[in-house]
Each structure stands twice: as structure tokens, then as C-alpha cells.
């Protein structure tokens, strides 16, 4: 069965950088992309990016053009998602998510909290 | 970009019926496939309905989705309620410059 499995809890000061993996199994990791979903305390879903595992092409969220970064590893069937110059309202739970034909998110991991508190 | 509007909560008792809408600000509705994902508290989304008005396997036929041009809408609607669907529930698209659209989420209470 599918299954994407995700890095554990982060804590981080404003200013560093947070990176997530997410680790893909039970499918063939190259014939899907890969999106990545926020969600702050008590707020609605956030869509942050996505990457092609093909081809590493990327379409990023207006918002955090210039400090996102999402990057794969096929080797491993891993996903990264990057964070810098984190802010206080980047605390959230991030997932990354299996996104099939019709920008559909089939799978989804089962969540990275990353707190960023001075 | 455009944006997803759904309203903030809605309830309703067991066993009746429920829709909840889906508003597309700019761009036709019909124009890019519109998704359903449930979410209950403390776990990841799940998908209830894809493409519009699919339903992916385990996922009861209590679930539909419809598309409304007119109104420039989705719904989703949840018939025979039960107090599990009782949950946070997003409606999502996407086109050409941007692959991902949340909307910002209805909470369903079944009383």
C-alpha cells in the first residue's frame, strides 16, 4: 500500500531554516508528483508547492517564492521541502502529499509539526 | 489567482442530508476537476471525492460531488448523516499557473 512517511517534530529561532522529508513507498515514486500542505494552529489547509518526481520541476506558492525549496531524491523515493528565514507564522503542521492526474492528492503523510519560537 | 470560498460551519442532524458549496471567484468552475478532503481533528486529510464527483474505493456512496456552472460552484453533499462524518471538510482545484487552491474549510457539526 502506499505510504508516505514523514520526517518527526521540529523546533526552530526565527531566521534558521526547517527541511522535512518524506519518504514514499508502495508505488512507483517517479510517475507522480509531490505537494506539500500547511496548516497553522487552528487554520484551514495551505498549499505550499509542487515537484515532479520525474523531472524535478517545481510550481511554488506565490507567497513563499525565494524561500521555499522542494527537492527529490529518487534514489531513496524521499521528498524535501525547505523553509528559510522562518517566522514566528510558519509554526504549522506540514504534509506532503501524493498528487496523481487532476492535481488530486491521493496519499498524504501524516504530518510534520515545526514550531518556530524565539 | 483565484480563490475557494465555502461557508465556516454548517450542522445538521443524523440522517438528514447536508451540501456544502464551493465558490470559484475567477474562472469557470468546470475548467480544472474540483477534490474533497476530509479532515478530523488530530490526523492528516482524507479524500472523499476527486474529479469532481468521484469516489475513491471505501469511500460510502452517502458522499456525492456536482459541479454548477451557473453558480460557479461545487458541492458536496453528505446524505444519511452519521455523527463520524462529523469532521472539517476543504474543497480544492487548481489551473494553469497554480497547482494547488484550498478552500478555507467548512466544519460540520452533526447534532
Known amino acids: 500500500q502506499v505510504q508516505l512517511v514523514q520526517s518527526g517534530a521540529e523546533v526552530k529561532k526565527p531566521g534558521a531554516s526547517v527541511k522535512v522529508s518524506c519518504k514514499a513507498s508502495g508505488y512507483t515514486f517517479t510517475s507522480y508528483g509531490i505537494s506539500w500542505v500547511r496548516q497553522a494552529p487552528g487554520q484551514g489547509l495551505e498549499w505550499m508547492g509542487w515537484i515532479s518526481a520525474y523531472n524535478g520541476n517545481t510550481n511554488y506558492a506565490q507567497k513563499l517564492q525565494g524561500r521555499v525549496t522542494m527537492t527529490t531524491d529518487t534514489s531513496t523515493s524521499t521528498a524535501y521541502m525547505e523553509l528559510r528565514s522562518l517566522r514566528s507564522d510558519d509554526t504549522a503542521v506540514y504534509y506532503c502529499?501524493?498528487?496523481?492526474?487532476?492535481?488530486?492528492?491521493?496519499?498524504w503523510g501524516q504530518g510534520t509539526l515545526v514550531t518556530v519560537s524565539s | 489567482n483565484f480563490m475557494l470560498t465555502q461557508p465556516h460551519s454548517v450542522s445538521e442532524s443524523p440522517g438528514k442530508t447536508v451540501t456544502i458549496s464551493c465558490t470559484r471567484s475567477?474562472?469557470?468552475?468546470?475548467?480544472?476537476?474540483v477534490q474533497w478532503y476530509q479532515q478530523r481533528p488530530g490526523s492528516s486529510p482524507t479524500t472523499v471525492i476527486y474529479?469532481?464527483?468521484?469516489?475513491p474505493s471505501g469511500v460510502p456512496d452517502r458522499f456525492s460531488g456536482s459541479i454548477d456552472s451557473s453558480s460557479n460552484s461545487a458541492s458536496l453533499t453528505i446524505s444519511g448523516l452519521k455523527t463520524e462524518d462529523e469532521a472539517d471538510y476543504y474543497c480544492?482545484?487548481?489551473?494553469?499557473?497554480?497547482?494547488?487552491?484550498f478552500g478555507g474549510g467548512t466544519k460540520l457539526t452533526v447534532l
Open positions: 502529499a501524493r498528487e496523481g492526474s487532476s492535481s488530486w492528492y491521493e496519499n
Open positions: 480544492q482545484s487548481y489551473d494553469s499557473s497554480i497547482r494547488g487552491v
Open positions: 475567477s474562472g469557470s468552475i468546470a475548467s480544472n476537476y
Open positions: 474529479e469532481d464527483n468521484q469516489r
